[in-house]
């Protein structure tokens, strides 16, 4: 069974960078994986995705500044996020569509991590 750990969240000043380690314990690379996030009050909003081409992915209000790779060997999926604004402070997630072709609705995803907290003060 797939499960996965989120890690490398914290808080940093606006402009400043981040990044994100999502540890696999399970065979990871035949599906779509993708980086989602929440803050208080609002919806569950996609990140960014890839498929097992290394084809990825991004919300237009990440484009240029994210960039999400995976690390087979490690078995680990990263999201480097450089340039962050206040307005990407929120609850980060990875997950699992347990499919080779990807999605951008959180609804369509099966395995979640715990997620991990990034502020980005102004």
């Known amino acids: 069974q797939v499960q996965l750990v989120e890690s490398g969240g914290g808080s940093v000043q606006s402009g400043g960078s981040l990044r994100l380690s999502c540890a696999a314990s399970?065979?990871?690379?035949?599906?779509?994986l993708g980086w989602f996030r929440q803050s208080p009050g609002q919806e569950r909003e996609g990140v960014a995705t890839i498929n097992l081409y290394g084809r990825t992915t991004y919300a237009n209000s990440v484009q240029g500044r994210f960039a999400l790779s995976q690390d087979n060997a490690e078995n680990t999926l990263y999201l480097q996020m450089n340039s962050l604004k206040p307005e990407d402070t929120a609850m980060y997630y990875c997950?699992?569509?347990?499919?080779?072709?990807?999605?951008?609705?959180?609804?369509?995803?099966?395995?979640w991590g715990l997620g991990t907290q990034v502020t980005v003060s102004s």
């Open positions: 399970g065979y990871i690379s035949r599906y779509c």
């Open positions: 997950a699992a569509r347990l499919s080779p072709i990807c999605d951008s609705r959180p609804s369509e995803y099966s395995v």
